[in-house]
């Protein structure tokens, strides 16, 4: 004899469908990405440096990138205590961004920052000696970035700055003498109220520079090898608030400065006066004039605006030289 309590039913999948609906999060509160640090998050609270959460990427953004300069939107824990954590769940879309890869046939490109005003080009004058087609290289990416470069030149106590700041200036981009021994009311003046990312060699002085302008950031500061290669000493970005406002954002000393991800007409667009000239270029213009292109529309263009074309076409072959050291 059998009864209800006898019949066995398998369970399986209900007829009621999976929504793919996710949570709006509209109480998220709104942060900006100060470190990153094995999955785990540095956020300041409304741009508050007294407001530090500590967060994990919510599930529902996979594999998202995040790097120092997001804004983002966090939810949970977001009282700043001791082992509290939050999550984010939210990546606006950025403003500027900062790229590289590894080298000229790496396919991938690294976000080094995000939502950076201007990027900081740290180059010392000797010691080691100063590397032309990586300031180049740098600069391209903050022109396609949208940052605004600035030349940084340190030890200027050992070499004159005069030759190596005039291959730039018809860039319109500012020189700024950082030695050890000068004040810094010019680069203060410059970066107060903004959002700067610092950029160079190991062994330029960037780290003594941080901590000059930063004098709480206390980062490792290191030496210059015989070969005139210096140590990395700062091994991860981070974004130090500045006494009187903005942001400072040190990285990593790199050995190269890969460009695979951007092209000569990248280079160009970046620049609004140039860019309308190039629409008159022949089909695969490289724009490096003459004997490669002898019908590049840039070389209509006379006085400062030439002058700039010869300056830009500097970029063009740092950017096809695949040399990203």
């Known amino acids: 004899m059998y009864d ?33 640090d094995r999955g785990r998050w540095g956020c300041v609270i409304d741009n508050d440096p007294e407001r530090l959460v500590v967060a994990m990427r919510a599930r529902e953004l996979g594999r998202t990138p995040i790097v120092v300069g997001d804004a983002v939107g966090i939810v949970g824990d977001v009282s700043g205590r001791v082992d509290a954590l939050a999550r984010i769940v939210r990546v606006d879309e950025r403003r500027t961004v900062l790229r590289r890869t590894a080298d000229d046939t790496d396919p991938y490109e690294r976000v080094v920052v995000a939502n950076a005003d201007q990027l900081l080009i740290v180059v010392a004058l000797a010691d080691p000696p100063p590397r032309s087609g990586f300031v180049e290289r740098a600069m391209v990416a903050a022109f396609v970035g949208g940052l605004r470069p600035v030349l940084c030149l340190t030890k200027d106590d050992l070499a ?13 981009v500012p020189v700024v003498l950082v030695g050890r021994d000068r004040p810094l009311d010019e680069l203060l003046e410059m970066i107060t109220g903004k ?11 960037k780290s003594t520079l941080v901590n000059r302008l930063v004098p709480e950031a206390h980062r490792a500061v290191g030496i210059v090898s015989g070969v005139g290669k210096g140590r990395h000493t700062s ?3 981070v974004s130090l608030h500045l ?8 990285t990593p000393g790199i050995r190269s400065f890969g460009l695979a991800h951007i092209s000569p007409e990248d280079v160009v667009a970046a620049f609004s006066d140039l860019a309308v000239t190039i629409e008159d270029c022949p089909r695969g213009c490289t724009h490096l004039g003459p004997p490669a292109d002898p019908e590049c529309a840039l070389d209509t263009l006379t006085g400062q605006q030439a002058n700039r074309v010869a300056a830009v076409r500097l970029l063009l072959v740092a950017v096809m030289s695949n040399d990203s050291y």
């Open 4 to 36: 209800e309590s006898d019949v066995r039913v398998r369970p399986g999948k209900g007829t009621r469908p999976r929504t793919k609906t996710r949570p709006t999060h509209a109480d998220a509160s709104d942060a900006m990405v100060v470190s990153v």
């Open 160 to 172: 004159s700055s005069d030759e190596f700041a005039a291959v730039f200036a018809d860039l319109d």
């Open 195 to 205: 959002s700067s990312a610092l950029i160079g060699h190991s062994g330029v002085g």
């Open 235 to 237: 091994t991860q970005s």
């Open 243 to 250: 006494p009187g406002g903005g942001w400072v954002i040190d």
